[in-house]
């Protein structure tokens, strides 16, 4: 199996385990907080990334300077990221904020070409651009014109700033992620690292701010974020297994075909007809004949 290929399933497979995060904590959130919900997932990620890394090699710390590259790859995302993303959809709507943070793969891209100076096909560049323009038709349900004019006559034009901030965080995570793991770090403590990245800063805050209060739920929503915390714990690691495989400009839009997923996902689970409108299908076969062109050429 070539490296290409292996690169695209576990870039796949990454996707797949957000949406299923996503998907779980819609399902199991009913009453917890946006900041418990990221706390508690970013806690069972860190013990169980941890856990899973201390068995698998005896501890050893002394590779540690080598690791700064995941430490700012997690503070960029999901950190910053997830912080600008949450601030968008509350100033501007998920249907304006998610078209605009699924861009980040163009950032990645870039700074790949430009300053990475990795080697890149044709193939390479249209199959990305096909996911990455199918990812972003699927991405961009419910949002139009009219929906942007609306969003933006009620606000600042501003806090467009906050998703395409957003999109920049994820953009420069991935290229961390890349330089990180190309100099021999296992993907497990890699994703380790990373989370414990997040959770450290997000923890700080809690403890400044005096917001341990806010930290609960009920034994229903424990299990659904236990869940989450799990599927969002292989995605990091499925993430990386792509990148030591791949380029940049092969992961980078495969990693973001998640609302594809979700969409999937939550037509089979609950069966709604609008999911299959004109832009998802059409965004659908797009992200296909991009995959397939990524891995045929």
């Known amino acids: 199996m070539s490296s290409t290929l292996l690169a695209v399933i576990w870039s796949l497979l990454s996707a797949m385990m957000f949406a299923g995060t996503f998907i779980l904590v819609k399902m199991g959130r009913k009453t917890v907080t946006t900041l418990a919900t990221l706390w508690l997932t970013l806690t069972v990620n860190v013990v169980l990334l941890w856990s899973w890394s201390l068995a698998l090699h005896e501890p050893d710390f002394t590779g540690w300077w080598e690791w700064r590259y995941f430490f700012l790859a997690g503070l960029f995302a999901p950190l910053l990221g997830r912080l600008f993303q949450f601030i968008g959809m509350a100033k501007l709507g998920a249907n304006i904020t998610t078209p605009l943070t699924l861009t980040h793969p163009l950032i990645t891209i870039l700074i790949a070409i430009l300053v990475l100076n990795e080697p890149v096909t044709a193939a390479n560049l249209i199959g990305g651009f096909l996911v990455l323009l199918g990812s972003l038709a699927v991405g961009s349900q419910g949002a139009s014109a009219s929906a ?15 998703p395409l901030g957003a999109s920049m965080a994820y953009g420069i995570s991935v290229v961390f992620r890349k330089v990180g793991i190309d100099m021999g770090t296992d993907a497990v403590t890699a994703s380790a690292v990373t989370t414990f990245a997040s959770w450290s800063v997000v923890s700080l805050y809690i403890l400044v701010r005096a917001e341990w209060a806010s930290i609960r739920c009920d034994g229903f929503e424990l299990r659904y974020l236990i869940g989450a915390g799990v599927l969002s714990s292989l995605g990091p690691v499925f993430f990386y297994l792509a990148l030591q495989q791949g380029t940049l400009i092969v992961v980078a839009p495969l990693a973001a075909t998640t ?34 062109i990524m891995t045929a050429l």
Do not use: D, H, Q
Not at 148 to 162: P, Q
Not at 261 to 280: D, G, N, Q, Y
């Open 148 to 162: 942007l004019t609306a969003a933006l006559g009620e606000n600042s034009r501003t806090y467009l700033l906050f």
């Open 259 to 292: 609302p594809l997923f979700v969409l999937l996902a939550t037509w089979v689970m609950f069966r709604k007809e609008e999911l299959f409108s004109r832009m998802v299908l059409i965004g659908t076969c797009v992200t296909v004949v991009g995959v397939s």
